[in-house]
């Protein structure tokens, strides 16, 4: 319609014919670009791979879904009281194990830094100590008239995930309708909000790597890492907030309740299931369970994740069901982004418990039809919980609040620690704790004959890598001729119930060696005439390019999450995490998979192995579970994870090629040291934002692995070249094949 209404309106012959030119001039260009965008697809005409796209999602997910059904079936077996016992004692040991080991309880130091009135209550701005300098901003919101001999109850107010954390105007409402009744409240900071955001700009006044949940994913991720978690530092905040409320002498320490919306729901669950001296606790707009979450909205950000914990056998449930039969409250909404049908479900689960404890009176759920969202039905329902279950009776109905100003609410004198007091972040507290890791494996490399062999029990262990347990017969779906050589489509089965579609590049005349190459962007990034991989048939290396689960055709899927960064989405490496996997380990043994194939093809033919940047961990894991490849390429990798722990600033790539926990017993030099007297050759490794500019970090890994060659007495089969790109790399490369 656009050109007819350009001819009909046109009386300009001159404009016409060019118009008409260009289009001929272009068509044929534009039936090229498409050829060649399309020509390497393997399995984009295949109804049956539509959704490859999904294809590592529907894998973890798939398999988080077994671990939930394994747990659902154990419950399912629980009838007396004390078979409920001995499932709390198992959770709790369980929650200790994997969000833990919490850190030593240091002084407080807490200090009320100013008191506002208000006539009706006051509010005392304090600064606590949860760690030594790891500042926690909170108010103390106390009704006024409270009588000096009488215990008051308190609540804890967790914040969801507002810029402004517990200053937002829902959250104030909430606050000061509890204060109306009786209460008194002690709001928080997360970590990460409100005064407390780690990576401020005074400039802007904003975060410089976004909002809350970014906030909370960033040193999320490096935590991770470490073995660690953004939970345990969000906990230990609301264990020490307990802490100080024991230290008031106007509240009664049998009567703490806690709550909190959203972020502040997990919060509020979390910290309740790690801390039996809180009463009674009412999570709103947060508790579903994992199969309803991975079949909606997929893992939320670094917060709302806890290392390991579905291959450990826990499930949302477990965070009430480690309490009973101390008071609790789902506050829910119908339409809530966390699935109401989860909600319902954890709701029967739990109340099982209570019933055997007969006190069934003491767990409820409270639903109203809204998003996610506060309700007046809902916070009714709060207050009147809070009012039955810590002994405060009175009128439970929500009423009209006065919001404070923003100076009023000022904590710290510039309104943010970082400006105000400086003091120690997230990431500087997991950056110890990676030192600490770093010190313990430079012991053990001490003793090469006993480490080496364990760096590959371990990683097999922490990456969740599975040996192929039968091989697959690959379905050949075309070709393509070009000068001198052909490319062969293929796809075969992976591990689970998705394909891995490659591209053989078979040059006229083979040569002595095959080769599989990784690119972090697929099959196809090399594959054009004149592309890298044509440099290598070249030389009549036959090559073998994949795109592994989550890569050219097989990703990146549906889910993007409140962790996506740069186009990586963390909330999918997350879900890997939470079954005791990793996205390295599962491309690791398709590596293998693909290995086994090469081996058919010219069993004679020594196996050489490339990979690309953040592709280079996937290389280095499959080459150390397996012997069969022979030479090893890495281009521009990261040289290690623990400078992905050490850089505040990292590429956020980077951490979807981690294995969670990593550091604890391993690192990649260390895996590359167990490649010895394999040949090695590594170009222009860089630190873990990508860049060469940490020379001394980058040099003490390059380190570790020249060490584990000499042990070896394997030194001329380790070649490493400062530059990671350019001819005479690629030259000297040819030259190191030969």
Not at 207 to 219: A, F, I, L, N, Q
Not at 593 to 620: D, F, H, Q, S, Y
Request: aromatic content about 10%; charged content about 25%.
């Amino acid at each position: 319609m656009a050109y007819k209404k350009l001819f009909m309106k046109s009386t300009d012959y001159k404009a016409v014919s060019k118009v008409v030119v260009i289009l001929v001039l272009t068509f044929p260009l534009i039936n090229r670009m498409a050829y060649s965008q399309d020509e390497t697809d393997v399995i984009s005409n295949w109804l049956e791979y539509s959704d490859a796209p999904n294809s590592l999602y529907h894998h973890l997910s798939d398999q988080a879904y077994d671990y939930l059904k394994q747990r659902a079936s154990k419950i399912s077996e629980l009838q007396t009281l004390a078979d409920w016992q001995q499932r709390q004692k198992q959770i709790r040991e369980t929650l200790t194990d994997i969000v833990g080991p919490f850190p030593d309880k240091t002084p407080l130091n807490a200090v009320i830094v100013r008191t506002i009135d208000k006539k009706s209550y006051r509010i005392e701005h304090i600064i606590y100590e949860s760690q030594p300098r790891f500042y926690v901003t909170s108010s103390l919101f106390i009704p006024a008239g409270i009588r000096k001999n009488r215990k008051t109850p308190a609540v804890i107010y967790c914040s969801g995930h507002s810029a402004e954390g517990y200053r937002s105007a829902v959250y104030q409402h909430v606050i000061l309708n509890l204060v109306k009744k009786g209460f008194i409240v002690f709001a928080l900071d997360p970590v990460g909000q409100g005064e407390r955001l780690e990576y401020y700009d005074p400039k802007t006044g904003k975060s410089v790597v976004g909002g809350p949940t970014r906030e909370h994913s960033y040193p999320g991720a490096q935590a991770f890492i470490t073995g660690s978690s953004q939970a345990l530092y969000m906990i230990w905040d609301g264990v020490r907030a307990v802490d100080y409320l024991m230290t008031r002498k106007e509240i009664d320490p049998a009567r703490i309740g806690i709550t909190g919306r959203s972020g502040g729901g997990t919060q509020s669950a979390y910290i309740a299931a790690i801390d039996d001296r809180i009463c009674a606790t009412a999570p709103e707009n947060y508790l579903t369970n994992y199969t309803r979450l991975l079949q909606t909205i997929g893992p939320q950000d670094a917060e709302q994740n806890i290392f390991n914990l579905i291959y450990r056998g826990l499930d949302h449930p477990d965070f009430l069901i480690v309490r009973a039969p101390k008071p609790a409250l789902m506050i829910t909404t119908t339409r809530d982004m966390f699935s109401i049908q989860g909600a319902i479900e954890t709701e029967k689960e739990v109340a099982r418990i209570y019933k055997a404890y007969d006190k069934e009176e003491n767990f409820s759920r409270i639903e109203d039809d809204a998003a996610h969202a506060s309700t007046k039905n809902n916070r009714e329902a709060m207050y009147a919980f809070f009012q039955k279950h810590l002994d405060n009776p009175g009128n439970p109905y929500d009423e009209e609040t006065q919001l404070l100003t923003v100076e009023e609410f000022r904590v710290t004198a510039t309104g943010q620690v970082s400006t105000s007091l400086g003091g120690e972040t997230v990431f500087s507290l997991n950056l110890k704790t990676a030192e600490r890791l770093d010190n313990e494996l430079n012991t053990l490399r001490s003793n090469p004959e006993m480490f080496l062999p364990g760096v590959i029990l371990s990683a097999k262990k922490l990456s969740g890598y599975h040996d192929p347990v039968k091989d697959e017969m690959p379905v050949f779906t075309g070709r393509i001729q070009r000068e001198n050589y052909a490319i062969e489509k293929y796809f075969v089965k992976g591990e689970g119930d998705y394909v891995i579609p490659y591209l053989l590049f078979k040059p006229a005349k083979q040569g002595k060696k095959s080769m599989i190459y990784l690119h972090p962007s697929g099959k196809s990034a090399e594959a054009s005439e004149g592309g890298e991989i044509e440099r290598f048939v070249s030389q009549g290396i036959t090559v073998l390019a994949p795109d592994l689960i989550g890569t050219g055709e097989t990703g990146t899927g549906a889910l993007k999450g409140d962790a996506y960064f740069d186009g990586a989405s963390h909330n999918l490496w997350y879900l890997s995490m939470l079954i005791g996997r990793s996205i390295t380990g599962i491309q690791a043994g398709d590596v293998s998979r693909l290995t086994a194939i090469l081996k058919t093809i010219n069993n004679e033919a020594v196996i050489c192995g490339l990979a690309r940047k953040e592709m280079a961990p996937v290389l280095l894991h499959a080459a150390a579970f397996i012997e069969d490849i022979g030479n090893i390429i890495l281009i521009e990798p990261f040289s290690s994870y623990r400078l992905i722990v050490m850089n505040r600033f990292y590429n956020t790539k980077f951490p979807l090629s981690a294995v969670p926990g990593a550091l604890k017993e391993y690192d990649l030099p260390d895996l590359a040291g167990t490649l010895a007297p394999r040949r090695l050759f590594i170009a222009g490794a860089t630190d873990g934002n990508g860049s060469t500019a940490d020379t001394i970090g980058i040099n003490k890994d390059l380190a570790v692995i020249k060490e584990a060659y000499r042990y070896k007495n394997a030194d001329g089969n380790l070649k490493i070249l400062s530059e990671g790109s350019g001819e005479s790399v690629y030259e000297s490369l040819l030259d190191w094949l030969k």
